[in-house]
């Protein structure tokens, strides 16, 4: 059975993959973006390994033996979920998998822009011992600090232990109250509430922009938003509005609106902004997990069982 992954994946990786594939797979590979190989690979392959390249209907359509679709991760809004059950291609993610990697992004950015590590090392690379007044007199502690969770998850869940050792304390918004031990808010309270709110939903229409400038309006002054979710859960302009004006004392993003982010893009400018390119889940170990789940459901499709985490 043919396998595209979907990525451009290093030699280590390549080996991971080799070192847990089965006989009867084959894997070929193409870099994320619609070069070639990518259409080449695609015409016979009856499984693909998505990463985060956009699989559109004119994409799948390029497929025809493809049975097969395996999100890396969790987020399925980058594939045409319609265009694939037309065709009857099942469509599958692996939550978990990434959720350690995703909370530890989360507490880095928290970190970074609490100690606006971004503007300290651009400075101290260039010379600069001493930084300037107004940046010493802005660092911050995650300690003594409320944080809230938008969406409470298998991410929050496990980062949330880790503030609460670190002094802070944890509140959360999701669809309803579940059975954890910290505070249930609703959203616009918690946002009231937080120094630091951070999201951890998936982007459907529901939470398209759910940070817009009404909802920033509601934030306590100076509070910082972290998202390592997905980048549409945020109005970009009104989020650079609140960071200049000073009505919100930074952010760390490892997601944008737009991917990949353009060089351009006002937010990048900010010293009191952390970001990263939409990598909080790339880590060995992530590919591990995932790369086990991914030859689970392929050896699925090939043998006729059942599929696990199954999305179409």
């Not at 496990?158 to 503030?163: C, D, K, R, S, Y």
Request: charged share 20%; with cysteine; net charge neutral.
């Amino acid at each position: 059975m043919k396998v595209l992954f979907h990525y451009a994946a290093g030699p280590r990786l390549r080996a991971e993959v080799a070192a847990q594939c089965g006989a009867g797979i084959s894997l070929a590979y193409a870099p994320e973006g619609p070069e070639e190989p990518l259409f080449t690979e695609l015409a016979d392959a009856e499984a693909i390994w998505h990463v985060l390249w956009p699989l559109t209907e004119a994409v799948i359509a390029r497929a025809p033996k493809l049975r097969l679709i395996q999100k890396i991760g969790i987020g399925v809004n980058t594939i045409d979920l319609a265009a694939a059950q037309r065709r009857g291609i099942a469509v599958c993610n692996m939550p978990g998998t990434n959720s350690r990697a995703v909370a530890e992004m989360t507490l880095l950015l928290m970190l970074n822009t609490l100690r606006r590590q971004y503007g300290v090392e651009r400075a101290l690379r260039a010379g600069q011992w001493v930084v300037d007044e107004a940046t010493r007199e802005s660092f911050g502690e995650i300690g003594g600090r409320t944080v809230g969770m938008v969406g409470c998850g298998a991410i929050p869940q496990i980062l949330a232990p880790v503030l609460e050792a670190m002094g802070a304390r944890v509140v959360y918004t999701d669809t309803e109250p579940k059975s954890v031990p910290w505070e249930f808010m609703p959203l616009d309270q918690l946002l009231g509430a937080a120094d630091i709110v951070t999201l951890h939903v998936p982007l459907v229409d529901a939470t398209l922009k759910l940070i817009d400038r009404q909802r920033i309006a509601r934030m306590k002054p100076g509070a910082i938003l972290i998202n390592t979710a997905r980048g549409p859960l945020v109005d970009e302009a009104a989020l650079y509005e609140a960071l200049t004006s000073g009505r919100l004392g930074g952010a760390g993003l490892d997601v944008f609106a737009d991917e990949p982010v353009q060089a351009d893009n006002p937010l990048l400018q900010l010293p009191n902004v952390t970001v990263s390119p939409h990598l909080a889940w790339l880590t060995l170990e992530t590919w591990r997990r995932s790369i086990a789940t991914a030859l689970r459901n392929v050896q699925a499709v090939r043998d006729g069982t059942p599929l696990v985490h199954r999305v179409v």
